[in-house]
């Protein structure tokens, strides 16, 4: 069985990439163990109930993340698009994603003549985790419209599935139209749009999704940088 040691692991918050500022991270999804129990039974029996995702996360203290993390701990504070990269940030690397809010932060940690740290916690408020792909990844800036390569491994949406694609957007100048498309065929001859993310200018995240049946087994993702932009992003692509 391959192992790895955590060298590369992303954290993309928002309209943040937090991986240069993190050194540990944790990231759980469970469900509640309900008492199902009947007459007959010789064992205590469990149904899967609710389920949750949490996030925790620490690190150092940077005052440009600070801004965005304090603001989402305010009372009413929307959502976050949070996606984990576990292993490595490149396209084809594992993505998993899901909305959080921010339940607990600490901006400052630490002891006399130690880095300055901070802790972070996040969880979500009727949202699943979902595991995917990275199609575009984060780290360049991008100044020409494009796509990614075509995804062969997601896969055919059933009718009780959907596809979530989660968009981060970094650094932004200029405009930029993100859209996912699906094909029946690996050389993309008649794509499909399945979904077309909100025009950003700035740096921020979306989390969009298509319901199935989508019987097309190929994805990629399209973009159209305007107005002599420049964009730093990142896209992922899920079923479930």
């Known amino acids: 069985m391959a192992t790895f040691v955590q060298t590369n692991v992303g954290l993309y918050w928002g309209g943040y990439s937090l991986a240069s500022t993190f050194n540990a991270i944790a990231l759980s999804t469970a469900a509640a163990a309900v008492d ?3 007459y007959g039974d010789t064992t205590v029996s ?5 389920s949750t995702v949490s996030l925790e ?7 440009t993340e600070d801004a965005a993390l304090f603001s989402g701990i305010s009372i009413n504070a929307s959502d976050t698009v949070v996606t984990v990269t576990p292993y490595n940030q490149s396209a ?3 993505a998993i994603f899901s909305n959080l809010a921010v339940s607990e932060y600490s901006p400052v940690s630490g002891t006399v003549g130690d880095m300055a740290g901070f802790k972070l916690s996040g969880e979500s408020r009727g949202d699943k985790a979902v595991s995917g792909e990275i199609l575009v990844a984060a780290g360049s800036d991008r100044t020409s419209s494009s796509t990614s390569a075509v995804n062969a491994s997601i896969g ?14 970094i650094s932004a100048s ?5 859209t996912v498309k699906s094909a ?20 921020g ?31 992922s692509l899920a079923v479930k």
Not at 174 to 178: F, K, N, P, Q, S
Not at 210 to 230: E, H, K, N, Q, Y
Request: glycine content about 14%; aromatic content about 12%.
């Open 36 to 38: 199902d129990t009947v």
């Open 46 to 50: 469990h149904a899967a109930g609710l």
């Open 57 to 63: 996360g620490e690190g150092y203290w940077s005052p």
């Open 92 to 94: 084809g690397s594992r």
């Open 156 to 169: 055919a949406v059933s009718a009780t599935q959907k596809i979530y694609s989660a968009l981060h957007v």
């Open 174 to 178: 200029g405009t930029i139209d993100v």
């Open 184 to 203: 029946a065929l690996v050389g993309f001859g008649s794509p499909t749009t399945r979904i077309t993310h909100t025009q950003f200018g700035a740096i």
């Open 205 to 235: 995240a979306e989390l969009k999704s298509a319901s199935g049946a989508i019987t097309d087994a190929f994805w990629r993702v399209d973009f159209t940088i305007s107005g002599g932009g420049s964009f730093d992003f990142i896209v």
